[in-house]
């Protein structure tokens, strides 16, 4: 049944980590694993992961959790080409999409099952959580939107599309800072460990 979609972007090449960040260990799996079983676990339908760097370590995750995944040839070009390539492969058969980012562990199925109820009752086309008036992730994108993206500024990214359709935004209030964390370097993933350890 078509419904809500989510694409997991995995295929950066972790520049400023010094290696793959998503294959760091977090509450005793690979992060990457950490975000796709919090979507499982909301009412999304389907899951596609993107893949680019580390392609055969991050597949192996991939094929573990049993989701689809997809392969950005040109990752290098940065993450609205893999946002565009998930969205190729979902396209037929999505009514709307969230996009996650694979180093984003603290996005809870409650905050994801909070969009989608949002997106179903407001009628707006692109959605996103905000907590203390802090717009994060994940970004809900309606089907009518999806050529858009192919249109978009490599240089502005996906964001550009909810200040270009700002009209059509729906900001939901949720109570967890998570939708506003990721790790880009080891001393934060380490800091974090260390916080909860």
């Known amino acids: 049944m078509p419904g809500v979609c989510a694409i997991i972007l995995a295929a950066g090449e972790s520049k400023r980590m010094g290696f793959p960040k998503m ?3 977090f509450n005793g799996v690979p992060m990457l694993e950490c975000v796709i079983r919090n979507v499982k676990s909301s009412e999304v339908n389907d899951i596609v992961v993107v893949m680019g760097a580390y392609r055969e370590e991050i597949q192996n ?3 573990r959790t049993g989701v689809k995944c997809c392969y950005n040839d040109i990752y290098k070009e940065g993450m609205l080409s893999s946002v565009q390539c ?7 058969e999505a009514d709307a999409v ?3 980012q694979g180093d984003q562990p603290f996005i809870s199925s409650d905050v994801i099952n909070k969009v989608i109820v949002s997106y179903r009752s407001s009628g707006k086309g692109i ?3 905000v907590f203390k008036n802090m ?4 970004l809900l994108v309606d089907r009518k939107y999806f050529t858009e993206i192919e249109k978009l500024d490599p240089g502005k990214g996906l964001k550009s599309l909810s200040e270009i359709f700002s009209e059509d935004v729906e900001e939901v209030s ?4 998570g939708i506003l964390r ?4 080891f001393e934060e993933y380490r800091n974090e460990i260390n916080q909860t350890n």
């Open 23 to 25: 294959l760091l260990d």
């Open 61 to 63: 995750i991939v094929e």
């Open 86 to 92: 998930g969205f190729r492969y979902l396209s037929q």
């Open 98 to 100: 969230l996009v996650f």
């Open 127 to 129: 959605l996103m959580p």
């Open 135 to 138: 717009r994060g992730h994940p």
């Open 174 to 177: 949720v109570s967890e800072a």
């Open 182 to 185: 990721d790790f880009d370097t």
